[in-house]
C-alpha cells in the first residue's frame, strides 16, 4: 500500500539531546512537509521540500534541521536549541512542484517528548 | 498573507443532530480550501476539498461544505452525526498562484458527539 510512514510513534529523549524524526513516503510524491502540533495551535510549519537537495524554512525553523537526500525521505532533527521540543510531529507529502490543488497526505505522527 | 479562522473550539452535538463547523478564511488572490480531520494520536485525513470547479463540494462519510465568496467562509456541514464523527477537525487554506505550495491551518475544532 502507498502512504507516508513515521518512525517511532513515541519517542522519549533527555533535554539537550538531539533527536532525528523519520519520514518516508512511497507515493512518489515530490514535495514534502513537517508540521508541529501542540494543543489548541493547530498546525504550523517547520520546513518543506519541493524537490531533492532542496529545502526551504517554515514558519517555526528554529532549533530544527532537515535533508533532502533522498526522494522518498525526509528526516526532522530536533536540536538541543530547541526551547520547547516536546510535541506531535507530522510529516506530509504532496504530488507536484505547485498547484495548490493537490491535496496534502499525512503520516501517522511521532510524538516526542523531553525529559 | 493568508489566514483561517476557525470559530469555536469545542463542538458539541447529540447523536443525529446536525453538526456545523465553522471556517472563515483571509487571501489576497482565489483560494483552494480543504477540511480535514484527526482522530486520536492520529494523522490527518481529508474529507474534502473546494477548487473552485463548484461551490457546494461532498466529502466522505457524508460531510459537505459550501464556498461562499461574499463571506469568505467554508462551512463544514453533516445532516445526522454519528458517534464516529467525534474527532478534531482542521479548515486550511493554499492559494492559487506562488506560494500555493503551503498550506495554512485553522486551530482546529474539536467534535464531540453525545449518545
Known amino acids: 500500500d502507498g502512504g507516508i510512514t513515521q518512525s517511532p510513534k513515541y519517542l522519549f529523549r533527555k533535554e539537550g539531546q538531539n533527536v532525528t524524526l523519520s519520514c518516508e513516503q512511497n507515493l512518489n510524491h515530490d514535495a514534502m512537509y513537517w508540521y508541529r502540533q501542540d494543543p489548541g495551535q493547530g498546525l504550523r510549519l517547520i520546513y518543506y521540500?519541493?524537490?531533492?537537495?532542496?529545502?526551504q524554512k517554515g514558519d517555526i525553523a528554529e532549533g530544527y534541521s532537515v535533508s533532502r537526500e533522498k526522494k522518498e525521505s525526509f528526516p526532522l532533527t530536533v536540536t538541543s536549541a530547541q526551547k520547547n521540543p516536546t510535541a506531535f510531529y507530522l510529516c506530509?507529502?504532496?504530488?507536484?512542484?505547485?498547484?495548490?490543488?493537490?491535496?496534502?497526505?499525512f503520516g501517522p505522527g511521532t510524538r516526542l517528548t523531553v525529559l | 498573507a493568508q489566514s483561517v479562522t476557525q470559530l469555536g473550539s469545542h463542538v458539541s452535538v447529540s447523536e443525529g443532530a446536525l453538526v456545523l463547523l465553522r471556517c472563515n478564511y483571509s487571501?489576497?488572490?482565489?483560494?483552494?480550501l480543504f477540511w480535514y480531520v484527526q482522530y486520536p494520536n492520529q494523522g490527518l485525513q481529508l474529507l474534502l476539498k473546494y477548487t473552485s470547479a463548484a461551490t457546494l463540494v461532498k466529502g466522505i462519510n457524508g460531510f459537505e461544505a459550501e464556498f461562499k465568496k461574499s463571506e469568505t467562509s467554508f462551512h463544514l456541514t453533516k445532516p445526522s452525526a454519528h458517534m464516529s464523527d467525534a474527532a478534531e477537525y482542521f479548515c486550511a487554506v493554499s492559494e492559487s498562484g506562488g506560494s500555493n505550495y503551503k498550506l495554512t491551518f485553522g486551530k482546529g475544532t474539536l467534535l464531540t458527539v453525545n449518545p
Open positions: 487571501s489576497s488572490v482565489p483560494p483552494y
Open positions: 506530509a507529502s504532496r504530488q507536484g512542484l505547485a498547484g495548490g490543488i493537490n491535496e496534502q497526505f
Open positions: 521540500s519541493q524537490i531533492v537537495n532542496d529545502f
